[in-house]
């Protein structure tokens, strides 16, 4: 069965230009993380709530563990991580539990792992990792599985190997190594049933990475994609939204802390580089989504250890059109929609343009010619999303001027 698409509000900025422009995704920044500020802590979602612990800061490796809200944008500290304090290892959540395992807890590399149930605040321990002692590894949940891969194994030593983990019977299964070379400190994400891994390192000598890799769970198969857009490197963040994937944050080649933020499109399989993350530079932080934002917190830019917490959305933007006086938006009915809409302005229209825009700024639609006060529109063909609709009249010797700018949401049944 279909979804709905769940879309945020969108605010319109009337503002000088010749073209109709958006931004390339906002960042805001939400309640600081509730514990010290740290690195390589460990975060997943389950539902509306977010959850980051473990991790180390400027004094030692912790082992508290906090949820926060998207609601109420307010932070709660839950049971304490059960296991040893660590940093360096990977979370995951599948339904309502969220798991923790392997890592570091600052004398020798960790292969026990943990579920923490939403419902009691309870830890309990499942059946070790099925390889071999690590950190810095890459994680991901599709459906009632999870997946451990990657990481250092040893000083130095690193692996491809991969495992995955059977919610229903607690046992770890060897999966198909990771395609790219052996590293750690990648970052990754899960879309539908496949999943992706990309960047990272290893050493000696340091090796940074910038590849790409999915993998497919129904064919136990990993397939090379198109390279991260931005320069190789390591220890950055990830997460999905839709069928679409981010990178952002970690630390180059050149020695560089990162800053810089990029979309990876399923469909099209190519990198768009969006606004740049909100907060400083940094490495080692957390990132997931929660609906359709994404969230970047805590990390380490070599001195500062961070606590701040940053959400991401990419159709939250502005949008400006070339009138700044324009007073009668369109009435959109239905909206959201399924099949057809009525749209309907105050003005008496006469040789009108109706244009409408996705959220590329692409015209993906367009009706010619417009009298009267009222235009029908079919979906036909366009993809369930949020468009951009603009009203335009023919206006002599002038060209056109804008009567009127609004959106709409077309939905799946």
Same mark, same amino acid.
């Not at 190997?161 to 046992?171: I, P, R, S, V």
């Not at 991260?228 to 180059?252: E, L, M």
């Not at 399924?338 to 244009?355: I, Y």
């Given at each position: 069965m279909?979804? #709905?698409?769940?879309?945020s509000? @969108?605010? !319109?900025a009337?503002?000088?230009?010749?073209e109709?422009t958006?931004?390339?995704?906002?960042?805001?920044?939400k309640?600081n993380?509730?514990?010290?500020a740290?690195?390589?802590?460990?975060?997943?979602?389950?539902?509306?709530?977010?959850?980051?612990?473990?991790?180390?800061?400027?004094d030692?490796l912790?082992?508290d563990?906090?949820?926060?809200d998207?609601?109420? *944008? +307010?932070?709660?500290q839950?049971?304490?991580f059960?296991g040893?304090?660590?940093?360096?290892?990977v979370?995951?959540?599948?339904?309502t #539990?969220?798991?923790v395992?392997?890592?570091? =807890?600052?004398?020798?590399l960790?292969?026990?792992?943990?579920?923490?149930?939403?419902?009691t605040?309870?830890?309990a321990?499942?059946?070790?990792?099925?390889?071999t002692?690590?950190d810095?590894?890459?994680?991901?949940?599709?459906?009632?599985?999870?997946? @451990?891969?990657?990481?250092?194994?040893?000083s130095?030593?690193?692996?491809?190997?991969?495992?995955?983990?059977?919610?229903?019977?607690?046992?770890?299964?060897?999966?198909?190594s990771?395609?790219? +070379?052996?590293?750690n400190?990648?970052?990754?994400?899960s879309?539908?049933?496949?999943?992706?891994?990309?960047?990272?390192?290893?050493?000696?000598?340091?090796t940074?990475?910038?590849?790409?890799w999915e993998?497919d769970?129904? &064919?136990?198969?990993?397939?090379? #994609?198109?390279n991260?857009?931005g320069?190789?490197?390591?220890?950055?963040?990830g997460?999905s @939204?839709?069928?679409?994937?981010?990178?952002?944050?970690g630390?180059?080649s050149?020695?560089?802390?990162?800053? =810089?933020?990029?979309?990876?499109?399923?469909?099209s399989?190519?990198?768009?580089?969006?606004?740049?993350f909100? %907060?400083?530079?940094?490495?080692?932080?957390v990132g !997931? &989504?929660?609906?359709?934002?994404?969230?970047?917190?805590?990390?380490?830019?070599?001195?500062?250890?961070?606590?701040?917490f940053?959400?991401?959305?990419?159709?939250?933007?502005?949008?400006?059109v070339?009138?700044t006086?324009?007073k009668?938006?369109?009435?959109?009915?239905?909206?959201p !929609?399924?099949?057809?809409?009525?749209?309907?302005? =105050?003005?008496?229209l006469?040789?009108?343009t109706?244009t409408?825009?996705?959220?590329? %700024?692409q015209?993906?639609?367009? @009706?010619?010619n417009?009298?009267?006060?009222?235009?029908?529109? &079919?979906?036909? *063909?366009?993809?369930s999303?949020?468009?951009?609709?603009?009203?335009?009249?023919?206006n002599?010797?002038?060209?056109?001027? =804008?009567?009127a700018?609004?959106?709409f949401?077309?939905?799946d049944?």
């Amino acid at each position: 069965m279909k979804t #709905k698409l769940l879309i945020s509000t @969108i605010f !319109f900025a009337l503002t000088v230009s010749h073209e109709l422009t958006i931004a390339q995704g906002t960042w805001t920044q939400k309640a600081n993380f509730g514990g010290t500020a740290r690195y390589w802590a460990v975060g997943f979602s389950i539902g509306t709530k977010a959850y980051i612990g473990t991790g180390k800061d400027k004094d030692s490796l912790r082992s508290d563990f906090w949820e926060w809200d998207q609601s109420t *944008n +307010a932070w709660t500290q839950k049971a304490n991580f059960a296991g040893k304090a660590t940093d360096q290892a990977v979370g995951f959540s599948i339904g309502t #539990k969220g798991y923790v395992g392997t890592g570091f =807890d600052g004398t020798a590399l960790k292969q026990d792992f943990w579920e923490w149930d939403q419902a009691t605040n309870m830890w309990a321990q499942k059946t070790n990792f099925g390889g071999t002692k690590r950190d810095l590894a890459a994680c991901f949940s599709i459906g009632t599985k999870g997946y @451990i891969g990657t990481g250092a194994i040893g000083s130095p030593a690193y692996t491809q190997d991969f495992w995955q983990w059977d919610q229903a019977t607690n046992m770890w299964t060897p999966k198909a190594s990771f395609g790219g +070379a052996a590293r750690n400190a990648t970052a990754f994400f899960s879309i539908g049933t496949k999943a992706y891994v990309g960047t990272g390192s290893n050493y000696p000598p340091a090796t940074y990475y910038n590849d790409f890799w999915e993998y497919d769970t129904t &064919s136990n198969a990993w397939t090379q #994609k198109a390279n991260f857009g931005g320069t190789k490197r390591t220890s950055a963040v990830g997460f999905s @939204i839709g069928i679409k994937g981010y990178i952002g944050t970690g630390y180059d080649s050149s020695n560089t802390f990162k800053q =810089d933020f990029y979309e990876w499109d399923q469909a099209s399989n190519t990198w768009t580089q969006k606004a740049n993350f909100g %907060g400083m530079a940094r490495y080692g932080a957390v990132g !997931f &989504s929660i609906g359709t934002k994404g969230y970047i917190g805590t990390g380490w830019n070599g001195s500062i250890y961070y606590n701040d917490f940053w959400e991401y959305c990419d159709t939250c933007s502005l949008v400006a059109v070339n009138e700044t006086n324009i007073k009668n938006l369109i009435s959109i009915y239905p909206n959201p !929609f399924s099949t057809q809409t009525t749209l309907r302005t =105050d003005n008496f229209l006469k040789n009108a343009t109706l244009t409408v825009y996705n959220l590329h %700024g692409q015209t993906v639609a367009q @009706i010619k010619n417009i009298s009267g006060q009222t235009v029908f529109f &079919s979906r036909d *063909n366009l993809a369930s999303g949020l468009y951009f609709v603009r009203l335009t009249e023919e206006n002599n010797p002038d060209g056109y001027r =804008d009567i009127a700018v609004d959106k709409f949401v077309i939905i799946d049944k």
